[in-house]
RNA sequence: GCGCCCAUAGCUCAGCUGGAUAGAGCAUCGGACUUCUAAUCCGACGGUCGGAGGUUCGAAUCCUCCUGGGCGUGCCA
């Protein structure tokens, strides 16, 4: 049920029939202008396409085009008579029976009234992607949990999707902990705890390729504070030479040289802090020694590995399992999974002919040594090879999209990917133009960085970044903390258990994670501040999920199930009797256009909007439209009816959202 | 230098294919519990939608310029 679309067909068929459609150029366009009304006093949706439609009549007005069209639209069965109101909005309000009508139909439907897309497509959705054997951290949450609602809500509509998650299995990082297995590594007991065992690798020999970066970097950085400080004086001196806005510029130009001196300044104090760390363990600083050119020795051990060298490749096949149960253990306490998972490596026999195909065909020529492809709309090019011969991202993303086209030949693919690649996939994309590579719609699904709540990228006070797993724990503990206030749930019957304690706060506690990072919209920036996720109060998965708490409870007091619902509706129908349950029917039937609104920006805040809107509604309704206590037979019908379906619905658009419900909490 | 993004209530954010009086959460203040679970509900307070022009019957929304911020920018991904 997507009620702007049906009012708009008959809309558009009232123009199509009208005196002055030959005048007339887009219909679709115009018959499509219905919206939400803004004011309940205006009814609840209002057609906007009578201004600009008068504009394409000659010698009309607005208002008398509205009442024309309105005229002739089919729309007795759905709405009461529309007014023309102001300088030409028609206002809708639906008839009370055509609501009630849809409840009766929606208690039927598995659906809840979402139609199947007319044209179903194929979409492709390229989301999650993490390096392998490093620690997954807050930035991986975005993707993962965006690209997983986007699946989740595309396929329910009717989409064919296909998940893939490209992993980083190929990268420098496991140069690191193949360095790390064969200097610091015991074979049994890696052998014996494989997954922390290799992560203690990574972290030690991170920890010291930073130690020697951090030691070279000093130098380089005072001297480009040095450099800077003179640029600054300079522009300030010139700034005094000049007047108006040309010393305006110099200032600001000063200005922004302060701005680098403090970065570089911070720099120091980093690297210092790094240095320190290793510095004060005698143990780590003979070791720091012992791998003084670590930095290139693991360069060479990547590059032995994608060479073929039987050693590494051997050692990448046996770790690379363990570094997969890793994720897994994240994804599966996220709850999310893939169709398919090809890393990297999947494609690493591709690139060379990538190369040379793109080559052949002139697209890609020498450049300083680097095999680029240049393209008309962008400066720098898109480098496919490196000087050293070794491939690139780009070059492993052409051809991921060659072998994605011939493999599922999709209608779409979708790229949930970080905001600051947006230029990359400009390239790729101009790339694949260019090549007629697929005849996909390809599109970057770009969003926002996460701040700390210093209004910067989250980090640590050390630098490092925060691991997932610690805060999804913390989300859960602070959830158990409510969950278990003995105040709260002394009056549950029979009384909570541990076990239940224990599932309902990691239930609570990883969906307010979730629902945090789907409620803003996916391009902007937004601060991570975890107090206010596990609040559990206000704007948040909780609410929404306590509010479908209730509806179970609901029944449970007024002695009935579904299937009691069911026969009472068939034998006295739906009767309307208190705005508030009119509120929450008309919200119950606006499903399908958040789901619409999703895809139409690959936005899940829309979603997200929608499903606190209906948990609203519900807990007003709640308020003020008691079940058990209800005036007549007809009334708690209804009442019950609506408990039903808001429960289905909270619980189909939270897991849409990737977020699981409780019965109680 | 060039390119992309952003600026809305004290704070965090929605709203942006132009529509009637710009919304929510948090915070602050005041009300409602012998609860079909108060993790709730009701009310109050709070805004030159960064600034200036322009297009339009109508602009937070579209265009231009300005200011302030973020990100990217030839061999990481």
Known sequence: ????????????????????????????????????????????????????????????????VAQQVVDLADLDQICEAPEVAGPGFINLKLRDDFITNNLVAMLDDPRCLVGQVDSPKKILIDYSSPN???????????????????????????????????????????????????HFGDPNVVAADPVPELSKLYRLVHQLMSY???????????????????????????????????????????????????????????AKSTIKAIDSDPEMK???????????????????????????????????????????????????????TLGESFYHPMLRKTVDDLRERGLATESDGAICVFLDQFDAPMIIQKRDGAFLYATTDLATLKYREEEFSPDEILYVVDARQS????????????????????????????????????????????GLESLLDDAVEAAYQVVCDPDRIVNLEPPMGDDEKRQVSETIGIGAIKYADLSHH??????????????????????????????????????????????RVAES??????????????????FEEALSSVYDDYAPNHLVDYVYGLAESFAKFNTQCHVLRAESNEIQTTRLALVVLTGRVLQLGLRLLGIDVVERM
């Open 573 to 590: 129908g739906l009767i309307l009797s208190h705005p508030a349950e009119r509120d929450l029917a008309l919200m119950l039937m606006r």
């Open 132 to 182: 392998v054997a490093k620690p997954m951290h807050v930035g991986h949450i975005r993707t993962t949990v965006i690209g997983h609602c986007l699946a989740q809500t595309l396929a329910f509509m009717g989409h064919e999707i296909i998940t893939d998650n490209h992993l980083g299995d190929w990268g420098t990082q496991f140069g690191m902990i193949i360095y790390g297995y064969k």
């Open 1 to 64: 049920m997507h009620i702007p679309q049906l009012l708009s067909q008959r809309f558009a068929d009232a123009i199509a029939r009208s005196p002055f459609a030959d005048q007339v150029d887009d219909i679709q366009r115009l018959a499509g202008m219905i919206r939400i009304a803004g004011n309940p006093k205006f009814g609840d949706y209002q057609a906007n396409f009578a201004m600009p439609l008068s504009k394409m009549v000659s010698g009309s007005n607005p208002r008398d």
């Open 423 to 466: 230029e990359h996939f400009e390239k790729l994309f101009a790339v694949a133009e260019l090549t007629k590579l697929t005849t996909a719609k390809l599109v970057h699904v770009s969003f926002g960085t996460v701040l700390g709540e210093d209004g910067k990228p989250i980090k640590t006070r050390s630098g490092t970044l925060i």
């Open 212 to 270: 020697h970066k951090a030691v070279s970097s000093l130098p380089k950085l005072d001297h480009q504070i040095e450099t800077l400080s003179l640029q600054r004086e300079e522009a300030l001196k010139e700034a005094e030479a000049v007047e108006g806005k040309e010393a305006k510029k110099k200032r600001k130009l000063a200005d922004s040289i302060s701005k680098k001196i403090a970065g570089s300044k911070e720099g120091i104090e980093k």
């Open 286 to 340: 003979s070791l720091a020694e012992k791998h003084s050119s670590i930095a290139t020795a693991v360069l060479e051990e990547t590059s032995k590995l994608h060479a073929g060298d039987e050693e590494n490749k051997q050692l990448w096949e046996q770790f690379l399992p363990h570094c997969k149960d890793e994720i897994n253990r994240v994804y599966n306490r996220l709850n999310v999974s893939f169709d398919h």
């Open 522 to 567: 996916r391009t902007s920036d937004y601060q991570f501040k975890l107090s206010k996720m596990v609040a559990l109060s206000g704007n948040t998965a909780t609410y929404a999920q306590y509010n479908y708490a209730r509806t179970p409870s609901i029944l449970q007091r007024n002695g009935v199930t579904e299937k009691d619902v069911h026969q």
